[in-house]
Structure formats: structure tokens, C-alpha cells
């Protein structure tokens, strides 16, 4: 059998030096791309008569070594890998396209069960230079499919990746499937958000206080469509002054007593945030009601500190370097009414915040997590979700007098349902304490004044709104 390659720049070209060889009966068997162009493997028709022929071929090479040498050479190709790669595409273009897409087709089926081959049949490519070729010559002298030794059988793939991928197809379908209907709920919300003036002026409004993209739209979905602007601000005051938790229906926490651990970010306020409680609570108890100690063996003079506000108390501070050392001193100051424990700031990402927080998992220890009220709203919800707890989650609010905007911190306490233990407005001990107030503190948020690069106008909503806002879990639903 007469096969040769020709190399050239194009398959076209490839094709011409086949037909300058072989004449107008060339089979095109194989077409690749390679670095200086393209490769053609090609024959002759008649060539195909030896294929049916192949024991004949066989017998007068072992009657007639000597005469029959080229056929002994070609014979000797046949038992190749190429060479049966050539016999499995010796056939006419049109054929091996048929030939290639009936048996992925029937390989799918057999692996998947059908699934989706109607939907999604497989695609072939083929090359150029074979479907330039004159199809009417091709069809001529196609080979059936049960003579062609590509049809032997083989063993059958392994069923659990076709399903697998199949079963990847059906999540990505899915998955666009919900993105589209979200993209479009999302189009239609602001839409009608636009067409109501009210709305969308609170909307902007909720967006330039700080509050988050995913708050905002969860609040404003639920405004009553009959609200005239003053009912609408008024709705919107309630809905987020009830969703803030705050402990104003119990005793204030230095009224109330326990131990209790002040957690959180470096730099937060946590000593002085303890100072400040120790102060009240030695004000309405007396000083031998407070104990304090501290675990802050990292930073520099942090225990010299807390030594110092307790010497303005006449409260002694106490040291522990680990959980043993805590755990005796929680014993030596059992009868306090508060015991404040003073922790190392920690950022979210430390390795050493898991050792802290296992120190601080005994019995009867109460964490509160210290938050800087000036923070981005995205740093407070990484320190929250870090931080989280078993049980109630209580927090303080520190540093509003630094805070731009109060809107990112009380949206985070509200989306994480914290209960807001009180808030510090200064670094004067005590003074600057004040118990949470969540009208006041909302009220103050909506009269943020202070302007921004950040803030956005109206026509800038569509890009805070691009994708629709995951939907809130139970805890996390508003009660509006």
C-alpha cells in the first residue's frame, strides 16, 4: 500500500502535492498541524482493494520473497501502529465523519445512558483539506463500517467519568440557570425602586450611611407601598432600631457581674474598654468587688497598663502566662461580683488566636468582643465571623468618637446578631461609657453628614446591586 505524507504551509497546498501523486483518486487519511505547517497522510484509491485482501496479500509473500518485495515492505508497515491507525481511517472523508461521529455518539450512550445526546451532540472538527476535496468521489468509494478495523471491539470506559461530567454539566446549567434569574429579579427590584422616589431616595440614603448593599435591599424590600416619605423614614428607623440587639431590657453588665474576657483585634481599646467597667462596677460595689487580670504577655508594658488603672481603683492586676495560671487565679477571686481578664490583640488571621482562645475555654467565662467602630465593614465582619462563639455572641462598640460612619459597625452587629453590650465614646476612664442605646445609635448613623469619595450616587446603585444578594439564613432574617 502506497501511503506518503506531504508537508507544506497550508493544507491546501498540502493537498495539491498529494493530487500531483496520486492523481484525482487521492484519500486524504490523516491532516495535522505541525511547526512548519501542515502534514497530509495520503493514498491512492486502488490502494483500498489490498485492504479486503489482506491473507491474500499475505500468501504470495510467502510463495515469492524475491518478486515480490515492495509488497513484503508494505506488509511490513501494516504491522505498525501507524500503519493501523491508517487501515482504521482508510475510507472516504465523508465516511470517517459519519464513522467518527456515530461512535462517539454510540460510546455516550453506552456510558451515560443517552443523556443529553440530542440536546448536546458531540462536535467534530475536521480538517480543511479534507472537506475541500470533491465529495462525490469520496462517497464513491466509502467503506462500510463493519469492515472497518476501528470497529473492533474494545474494552468498554470506565462508566463513573462520562456521569461524572455529565453530572458536572447539569451544576453548571444550574448554576447560570440561577445567576440569570437572580440577575434579572435584581433588574426588576431596581427598576421598581427607581420608579418610587421614596424608595430609592432611602436606598441611596441607607448606601451613603454605610450600611451594606445585602442590608439595605433585605430593609427596603419590605417598605410598605403606601408610605408617604415622613411614614416611609419613620419604618425605616424602627425596623433597623428593633433589629439592633442591645441588652437595654437587663441590668448594665457591671450591674449584672460575671467574668468576663475582652477578645478582639490589636489596637481595639480592650484595656481601656476594661478599665472602664472596672470602675463602675467598683463605683456601685466597692473596689474588693473587682478582679482583674491580664494575658497580654506580648505587648510592651501591657500589664504595667492595667496595673496602672488599677491602682486609680485600688484594685490589684494580676498576671497569667497560661491556661493553669488562669485558672488559679479565676479560683483565688471567686467571690468578686466581676472579674475582667485583659486579652492579647490578636488579628484575625494570627495562628496564635486558636492557643488564646482555648486559654480562655473554661467554665463561666464570658467573651466580649471589642470593636472598633471606625473600622471598613468588611474588616469588622472578618473579626466577627473569627471571633464567633458558641452561645450568645456580645460585643462593645469602641471608639465612635473616631468613626466616620457608624452605619458599617451596626450593620455588622445586626447581620451577625450580636447583642451590644455598650459603647465607648473616648479614652477618659470612666466617663466616656455610655450603655447601648440602639435609637440613638441608629438615629445618629442617618445623620451622617460627613462626605465621601465613597459615596455614591444615585446612578451608581446598579453597581452596587450587579448580583443579587445571597438569601439570609434564619438567624439572619429581618424582622421588619
Given at each position: 500500500m502506497n501511503i506518503q505524507r506531504f508537508h507544506a504551509?497550508?493544507?491546501?497546498?498540502?493537498?495539491?502535492?498529494?493530487?500531483?501523486?496520486?492523481?484525482?483518486?487521492?484519500?486524504?487519511?490523516?491532516?495535522?498541524?505541525t511547526p512548519n505547517g501542515v502534514e497530509v497522510v495520503a493514498t491512492a484509491e486502488d490502494a483500498l482493494s489490498s485492504l479486503n485482501r489482506?491473507?491474500?496479500?499475505?500468501?504470495?509473500?510467502?510463495?515469492?520473497?524475491?518478486?515480490?518485495?515492495?509488497?513484503?515492505?508494505?506488509?511490513?508497515?501494516?504491522?505498525?501502529?501507524?500503519?493501523?491507525?491508517?487501515?482504521?481511517?482508510?475510507?472516504?472523508?465523508?465516511?470517517?465523519?459519519?464513522?467518527?461521529?456515530e461512535r462517539m455518539l454510540r460510546r455516550r450512550h453506552e456510558t451515560s445512558g443517552g443523556f443529553n445526546d440530542e440536546i448536546f451532540p458531540p462536535k467534530t472538527e475536521f480538517p480543511a483539506a479534507a472537506a475541500s476535496a470533491p465529495q462525490p468521489q469520496r462517497a464513491n468509494h466509502a467503506v462500510p463500517l463493519a469492515a472497518a478495523p476501528a470497529a473492533r471491539a474494545k474494552p468498554a470506559p470506565a462508566a463513573s467519568p462520562a456521569v461524572m461530567n455529565s453530572k458536572g454539566i447539569v451544576d453548571e446549567l444550574q448554576s447560570m440557570k440561577d445567576m440569570i434569574e437572580e440577575r434579572f429579579n435584581t433588574m426588576a427590584w431596581l427598576g421598581k425602586a427607581k420608579q418610587d422616589p421614596i424608595q430609592a431616595n432611602l436606598m441611596l440614603k441607607l448606601i451613603r450611611a454605610g450600611y451594606s448593599p445585602t442590608l439595605a435591599r433585605a430593609v427596603m424590600e419590605r417598605l410598605p407601598e403606601d408610605a408617604t416619605p415622613a411614614e416611609a423614614v419613620r419604618w425605616l428607623m424602627d425596623v433597623l432600631e428593633r433589629n439592633l440587639r442591645t441588652d437595654a431590657g437587663?441590668?448594665?453588665?457591671?450591674d449584672q457581674g460575671g467574668i468576663y474576657a475582652l477578645v478582639g483585634a490589636t489596637g481595639v481599646g480592650k484595656t481601656t474598654t476594661a478599665a472602664k467597667l472596672a470602675a463602675h462596677c467598683a463605683r456601685v460595689h466597692g473596689a474588693n468587688s473587682v478582679g482583674l487580670i491580664t494575658l497580654d504577655t506580648y505587648r510592651v508594658a501591657a500589664h504595667e497598663q492595667l496595673r496602672?488603672?488599677?491602682?486609680?481603683?485600688?484594685?490589684?492586676?494580676?498576671?497569667?502566662h497560661d491556661r493553669a495560671a488562669l485558672q488559679d487565679l479565676l479560683g483565688l477571686l471567686g467571690n468578686k461580683k466581676m472579674v475582667l481578664i485583659d486579652t492579647t490583640g490578636i488579628a484575625p488571621k494570627d495562628p496564635r488566636k486558636r492557643d488564646m482562645m482555648d486559654v480562655l475555654d473554661l467554665p463561666n467565662v464570658n467573651r466580649l468582643l471589642v470593636l472598633n467602630a471606625g473600622s471598613h465593614g468588611d474588616t469588622l465582619d472578618e473579626v466577627m465571623t473569627s471571633f464567633k462563639t458558641r452561645g450568645v455572641q456580645q460585643a462593645i462598640l469602641s471608639k465612635i468618637d473616631e468613626a466616620a460612619k457608624l452605619g458599617p459597625a451596626l450593620d455588622a452587629i445586626i447581620r451577625h446578631q450580636m447583642v451590644l453590650r455598650g459603647v465607648c465614646n473616648g479614652q477618659r476612664v470612666p466617663e466616656d461609657w455610655e450603655a447601648a442605646d440602639s435609637k440613638k445609635l441608629v438615629r445618629a448613623s442617618m445623620r451622617s453628614s460627613t462626605k465621601s469619595a465613597f459615596d455614591p450616587k444615585a446612578a451608581d446603585l446598579n453597581f452596587f446591586f450587579s448580583s443579587s444578594p445571597p438569601t439570609p439564613s434564619r438567624k439572619e432574617r429581618m424582622h421588619a
Open positions: 504551509a497550508t493544507s491546501r497546498e498540502a493537498l495539491a502535492k498529494a493530487r500531483a501523486v496520486f492523481g484525482e483518486g487521492t484519500l486524504i487519511l490523516s491532516n495535522r498541524p489482506p491473507a491474500e496479500s499475505a500468501n504470495r509473500v510467502t510463495q515469492k520473497p524475491a518478486a515480490n518485495a515492495p509488497s513484503v515492505a508494505a506488509l511490513a508497515m501494516a504491522q505498525t501502529p501507524v500503519e493501523e491507525d491508517t487501515e482504521q481511517l482508510a475510507m472516504s472523508t465523508l465516511s470517517f465523519q459519519d464513522y467518527v461521529r437587663t441590668k448594665p453588665i457591671f496602672a488603672f488599677g491602682r486609680m481603683l485600688g484594685v490589684v492586676a494580676h498576671l497569667a
